[in-house]
């Protein structure tokens, strides 16, 4: 294969809020030399308020702009880190950037375990067998017994684990992490800045027992005895194809126990891999481009409605200026200026090749899944849209702003803000999103970018499904019978809007012959 395309390594940080996401890829990004100091990335995530505000999220859109993608060179490697919102409103954005990255690590609190949060991304993982490797933080903190922390990944997040790295106490008593891969054993010096040095010890003599007491060394001795009984032998390729996730401990504040964790990703992680498209598979060393658009972000300016369009390179190479298909609009367009992200610059790029990421100047062109090639009809599958968590009807505030709303709408939803559905008893547009916040972003926006101004009005459901049949007949019935409660997505397909839970059970029981999906990729 093509050498550049597979030093390269994409991959996204996934976490529940908190657990050391943006500490780790800080420290990822000390490693890469692309910033010199702690304390340079500054947190993207909106902290928690009672009243949402807009400066806030003003500066979430403006600073997930430039760190939307970090890249950095380390020893031979091209990694390309892919940030994900802080925020769980926009979990529906880290969805989509899950569909565009080879690999993740997942990000564990040592005092908390596997969160909400942490265990519907692991969701969307296994979906697509996307290879993890685990990072539990915050090991500087009192943890939870690590043993115990294995067995709630394995049930929690449904995967086999495999520790390659093992902690010696935690909290005030933490003394470090041996290196199972190594065998090494890493003192732990609570410092932001400093690299500890790893020193070789024989677990089998007295040396251990110098370096940290005769009682932990015997503990450590045991302890690694019994993960040897307990856990198979580290096996590459079952990481692979995401069976099995190799579990890492250390202090990303600390910088502890994460050059460990980046050395083994370069090594293991997969480099870009083959990706799935409704004509057929597209292996990325292919000499002919092709990507994907799978995250749109806006412009902080309002006077300037453009947006950057990330596009994920599937296969071959792109090149600047040059003149290429964008299959839905069946149109060639040239990209004179697109952009590569170094943490936080944003560079013209001549070239770039599958695995990276490229920002395209958008105004309104794109939309999310769009396929752009040098001439063949591809269409790329896999942008999953869940089902949403809450309902509002959205109603024109403006009567003279009628067509402004129904652009700034559609074009939002372009962006993949939140999902529309259309009633189809009513005809009202119903707005379905994961987190009040979006609601508050879509006004904002449609006031401040489309001129429109919208007014949201209750709607009490429980959950919107997609459905269908191989049974005509049957799925007409249904129709008939929830005739009010159906509804059509942005692509035509059928939609069941369930008011609870309760009706949700009974229509499942009551038509045998129809399913219910809770995603849109089925
Ligand atoms: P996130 O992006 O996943 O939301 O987490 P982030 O890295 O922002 O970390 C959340 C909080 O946890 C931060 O504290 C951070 O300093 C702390 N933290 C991260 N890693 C470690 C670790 O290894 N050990 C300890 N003890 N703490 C850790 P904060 O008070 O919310 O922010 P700040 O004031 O420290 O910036």
């Given at each position: 294969m093509n050498n550049e395309i597979a030093r390269r390594r994409t991959f996204a940080i996934i976490a529940h809020p908190d657990a050391g996401k943006t500490s780790l890829t800080e420290k990822l990004l000390l490693f890469g030399g692309q910033i010199q100091v702690a304390g340079a990335v500054k947190s993207n995530k909106i902290k928690k308020t009672a009243t949402s505000d807009w400066m806030d999220i003003e500066k979430q859109r403006g600073i997930s702009v430039t760190t939307s993608v970090m890249e950095f060179d380390y020893h031979d490697y091209k990694v390309n880190i892919l940030d994900t919102p802080g925020h769980q409103d926009f979990a529906e954005d880290t969805y989509r950037t899950l569909t565009a990255v080879d690999s993740v690590?997942?990000?564990?609190?040592?005092?908390?375990?596997?969160?909400?949060?942490?265990?519907?991304?692991?969701?969307?993982?296994?979906?697509?067998?996307?290879?993890?490797?685990?990072?539990?933080?915050?090991?500087?903190?009192?943890?939870?017994?690590?043993?115990?922390?294995?067995?709630?990944?394995?049930?929690?997040?449904?995967?086999n684990v495999r520790p390659l790295?093992?902690?010696?106490?935690?909290?005030?008593?933490?003394?470090?992490?041996?290196?199972?891969y190594e065998r090494k054993l890493n003192l732990f010096q609570p410092s932001k800045q400093v690299v500890t040095e790893k020193v070789e010890v024989d677990i089998h003599t007295s040396d251990l027992d110098e370096r940290i007491g005769a009682f932990l060394a015997e503990k450590l001795r045991n302890?690694?005895?019994?993960?040897?009984?307990?856990?198979?032998?580290?096996?590459?390729d079952a990481y692979l194809k995401g069976e099995l996730a190799p579990v890492f401990f250390g202090s990303a504040l600390n910088n502890f126990g994460v050059q460990e964790l980046l050395d083994c990703f370069v090594e293991i992680a997969p480099c870009p891999r083959p990706v799935q498209a409704e004509e057929r598979v597209v292996q990325p060393d292919e000499p002919k481009f092709t990507g994907?658009?799978?995250?749109?972000?806006?412009?902080?300016?309002?006077?300037?409605?453009?947006?950057?369009?990330?596009?994920?390179?599937?296969?071959?190479?792109?090149?600047?200026?040059?003149?290429?298909?964008?299959?839905?609009?069946?149109?060639?367009m040239r990209f004179s200026s697109p952009t590569q992200f170094m943490a936080q610059r944003k560079t013209t790029v001549d070239e770039a090749w599958a695995g990276d990421i490229i920002g395209l100047p958008d105004n309104g062109t794109f939309k999310i899944g769009d396929t752009l090639t040098e001439g063949e009809t591809l269409h790329f599958k896999g942008l999953p849209s869940f089902s949403p968590e809450m309902f509002k009807y959205i109603e024109n505030a403006d009567p003279m702003k009628a067509k402004q709303l129904a652009k700034g709408i559609d074009q939002l939803m372009d962006e993949g803000v939140a999902q529309l559905f259309i009633n189809q008893f009513n005809g009202?547009?119903?707005?379905?999103?994961?987190?009040?916040?979006?609601?508050?972003?879509?006004?904002?926006?449609?006031?401040?970018?489309?001129?429109?101004?919208?007014?949201?009005?209750?709607?009490?459901?429980?959950?919107?499904?997609?459905?269908?049949?191989?049974?005509?007949?049957?799925?007409?019935?249904?129709?008939?019978?929830?005739?009010?409660?159906m509804a059509k997505d942005r692509e035509g397909r059928d939609v069941f809007l369930a008011d609870s839970g309760y009706v949700l059970q009974m229509a499942q029981t009551d038509f045998k012959h129809i399913k219910f999906h809770f995603t849109s990729e089925f």
């Open positions: 690590i997942i990000v564990v609190d040592g005092a908390k375990g596997v969160e909400s949060q942490t265990r519907k991304l692991m969701e969307v993982c296994r979906m697509r067998n996307t290879p993890v490797i685990i990072f539990v933080n915050k090991m500087d903190r009192e943890a939870k017994d690590p043993f115990d922390l294995l067995d709630e990944l394995e049930s929690e997040l449904v995967i790295t093992w902690p010696i106490e935690s909290g005030p008593r933490f003394k470090g992490v041996y290196n199972i302890d690694l005895e019994l993960i040897d009984g307990v856990y198979p032998d580290f096996d590459v994907f658009v799978f995250k749109i972000t806006a412009n902080i300016d309002p006077n300037h409605r453009s947006c950057v369009a990330f596009c994920k390179i599937c296969s071959g190479k792109f090149t600047r200026n040059t003149p290429y298909l964008h299959v839905r609009h069946n149109k060639t009202r547009k119903l707005i379905g999103t994961v987190g009040q916040l979006q609601f508050e972003v879509i006004q904002y926006r449609l006031e401040n970018e489309y001129n429109a101004k919208c007014r949201w009005e209750p709607a009490s459901l429980y959950k919107a499904c997609w459905i269908e049949s191989d049974d005509p007949e049957e799925l007409e019935a249904f129709k008939k019978r929830k005739y009010q409660y």
